[in-house]
């Protein structure tokens, strides 16, 4: 049942990037031109999802389970670091260079877009890169 409930959800959340426009980088990309041709639209998907997310989150809190029973993982960290913060900026940036982010980047991948090929193979080797730095500090 978990598994149909995971699938049903990521295609519902793939619809909804497609139906909203966050997996069309040229809308995402002039969302984020706010000094060329900018286009607000994309703020009101934003909104949408934090006016749902608020209330969930909320709730989610307040259960030790899932609707479906698997343990709730939420994140704990409150601390604002270097790591967290470089890594926010290196996200944003490669947002504003590709237009993509990883979940329209899938969905992209999904429809059989080179975009979207070429970016989850960047997400992939950037992954890759992380670990391995990771490692070499851990040494």
């Known amino acids: 049942m978990r598994h149909i409930a995971a699938l049903v959800a990521g295609l519902l959340f793939g619809l909804g990037l497609i139906v909203s426009g966050m997996a069309n980088p040229a809308k995402v990309l002039d969302f984020l031109d706010l000094a060329g041709h900018w286009d607000p639209s994309l703020a009101l998907v934003m909104g949408g999802a934090i006016a ?19 343990t709730m993982q939420l994140p704990t960290a409150r601390r604002i670091d270097r790591r967290l913060v ?25 429809m059989g877009s080179m975009k ?13 890169l992380f670990a391995w730095a990771e490692r070499f500090q851990a040494k």
């Open 52 to 70: 749902i997310g608020i209330p969930t989150f909320a709730l989610a809190k307040q259960r030790s389970q899932s609707l479906l029973g698997a």
């Open 86 to 110: 470089l890594g926010s900026v290196l996200f944003g940036i490669g947002w504003g260079i590709a237009g993509i982010c990883p979940g329209p980047a899938l969905v992209l991948l999904g």
């Open 116 to 128: 979207g090929l070429a970016f989850v193979l960047a997400m992939l080797a950037g992954m890759l």
